[in-house]
């Protein structure tokens, strides 16, 4: 009897034990082929979300500075509250230049998507160029950093800023060209940019520019010595038709060797890394290689700066677990300390799980998917924490519970024209239709190269490094010699508390 009941119940077991191996593979059975036909539309169904999710943010990013900037002036306040509540009295109405450039260049921007129309844009970009042409406070064509939002006055004792002023001319240049069939915004952008004494900036220095001058105490001591956002100043300042500086100029800046992870570029190390964003959301450097120094192609130099820095932040999440492949980046921006130009590789050393949306959202020109899905996890993820009116907030702590109450406008502003680069290279076509710019180029030998990869696939993670052939016609007869370091300063945003 028992000898029987041993063989039942084996037997049961083994019908148990077949049912259980046929209906692990029944999904796999019963699951259709992914077909090519498939297979597009669920591509095309993921782009369609991405381009409503960046055309979201951009339009938040966007309201930041038709909202908040005075409509007189033009000029754009350095930060604002997200809830709309007031600001402290130090930091109320406190502009900023670089903020106004970047403000100027969303204007174009938001005539182009509809939301506003181009009279209104038209009309902020004559009011803020008739400020700066005639009204504000110069210094042979220099302008200060700070300046009141509603008088114009100078704000927190404030140098005459030489990159800050660049950003200016960046978007004045970028509505010149938008603009080009309004004789008056043509007439007021010219005036403003071939007005800057450029080798006055100098102090006599033979090849480098100033940080500033204060009429307190006279220029400033750092000179732009190493490779920054300084390179589009350098540009300005070689390409310009009334006060050019040396095209060796752009040799002077030293450029540290640095790899990690298996991504080698050039920069300073230390920066953070809007230093690897700012100048590229105008100057289009795409396919572009210097003929002499190290030949850098600065647009892949800057994707992988940020492809190291993804990395760096994924190897983070051993001390801080949020940190991922889909959550990550750090740059200068707010904290629970105060304002700090952090970032890496390598680690600094106030890193303490601060997430920065405007490092990925800075770099959505060099890396458009992998910088997309960080932004979109983040948004995902806390939601109205660190998502609202204005786009994202400068900075959260998801480890502390930490999550900035501000909207920084340069934050914003690299956010909203690195994304539009991304989607459609606009701000590079307008802003490179300034002969000043190729002409700048050319005379330091970025020469143009045929290359397969484009803007959009050379953001995606391991994608083939381009191959290049030199224009040969392009070549210049000569190049400027290699010039060593001179004087390493260090740079940092002067902003009070």
Not at 82 to 101: K, Q
Request: net charge positive; hydrophobic share 40%.
């Amino acid at each position: 009897m028992n000898s029987v009941r041993g063989e039942l119940f084996s037997c049961l077991r083994q019908i148990l034990a077949i049912t259980c191996l046929l209906c692990s593979f029944t999904p796999a059975i019963a699951k259709p082929p992914l077909t090519p036909t498939v297979a597009l539309q669920l591509t095309l169904e993921g782009s369609s979300r991405q381009d409503e999710f960046l055309e979201d943010l951009q339009h938040r990013s966007f309201n930041y500075f038709w909202e908040q900037a005075d409509p007189q002036t033009g000029l754009i306040p350095d930060r604002a509250r997200m809830d709309g509540s007031e600001l402290d009295e130090n930091h109320r109405n406190v502009a900023s230049i670089a903020a106004t450039g970047f403000g100027l260049t969303a204007l174009c921007i938001a005539a182009e998507h509809g939301w506003i129309t181009k009279s209104q844009a038209r009309e902020r970009t004559r009011n803020t160029l008739r400020f700066f042409a005639d009204r504000a406070f110069e210094k042979h064509g220099w302008f200060h950093h700070w300046l009141d939002a509603k008088t114009g006055e100078r704000r927190w004792n404030s140098e005459v800023s030489s990159i800050d002023t660049a950003l200016l001319l960046a978007g004045a240049l970028t509505v010149r060209q938008y603009f080009s069939d309004d004789p008056e915004i043509r007439k007021l952008a010219t005036k403003i940019y071939e007005r800057v004494d450029f080798r006055w900036m100098m102090n006599g220095n033979p090849l480098l520019l100033s940080h500033g001058w204060k009429p307190e105490t006279g220029f400033l001591k750092p000179f732009w010595d190493t490779f920054s956002e300084d390179t589009i100043l350098y540009l300005f300042a070689i390409g310009s038709p009334t006060h050019p500086i040396p095209s060796r100029s752009w040799y002077a800046l030293w450029r540290d060797r640095y790899r990690y992870e298996g991504h080698a570029y050039f920069t300073t190390i230390g920066v953070p890394l809007f230093m690897h964003q700012y100048a590229h959301a105008w100057v289009d450097y795409r396919n572009r290689r210097e003929s002499g120094g190290d030949r850098i192609d600065y647009f892949v130099n800057s994707r992988e700066a940020t492809l190291a820095h993804r990395a760096f932040c994924r190897n983070l999440s051993y001390d801080f677990p949020v940190f991922g492949s889909e959550m990550w980046g750090i740059t200068a921006s707010d904290s629970a300390k105060g304002y700090l130009a952090w970032g890496g590789p390598p680690r600094d050393a106030d890193i303490d799980g601060t997430l920065v949306p405007s490092a990925a959202g800075g770099s959505l020109m060099f890396t458009p998917d992998l910088s997309t899905a960080a932004l979109r996890a983040m948004h995902e993820k806390y939601g109205a924490k660190v998502f609202g009116k204005y786009g994202f907030i400068d900075a959260f702590n998801p480890r502390t519970g930490w999550f900035d109450s501000d909207v920084i406008a340069i934050n914003a502003g690299i956010i909203l024209l690195s994304a539009e680069n991304s989607r459609n290279s606009k701000v590079w076509k307008w802003f490179m239709q300034n002969r000043e710019i190729p002409r700048a180029m050319q005379k330091v030998g970025l020469i143009r190269y045929k290359t397969r990869t484009t803007s959009r696939t050379a953001g995606r993670s391991g994608s083939p490094r381009p191959r290049v052939k030199a224009m040969a016609d392009e070549l210049p007869a000569s190049f400027p010699p290699v010039q060593g370091p001179v004087n390493q300063a260090a740079t940092a945003d002067p902003r009070p508390g």
